[in-house]
């Protein structure tokens, strides 16, 4: 019985990745925008863009991480891992 094909790294579906990452840290960003505009704290412009360019970072940067293990998870040459994880 022939071993299955496993699947290549696509950089494509990363990028991809990247682009929702983006768009879900877009998402908190609103969020945050409308709780900090709604609260009487009083807190310095500066800050709070360099929270909300940190929260598009760190969201882009899981989303990337997350493809590119899942990808990398799914290609592994390892029989054993294939077996235990997709073998049931």
Known sequence: MPSPKRPSFSGARVVVALGIGFVV?????????????????????MRIRGFYGMLIISSSLAAIVIETTRQLQAGSSDPSYHHHWWGR
């Open 25 to 45: 840290g877009l998402c908190l960003v609103f969020f945050f925008q409308v709780i900090i505009s709604h609260t009487p704290a009083d807190i310095h412009d």
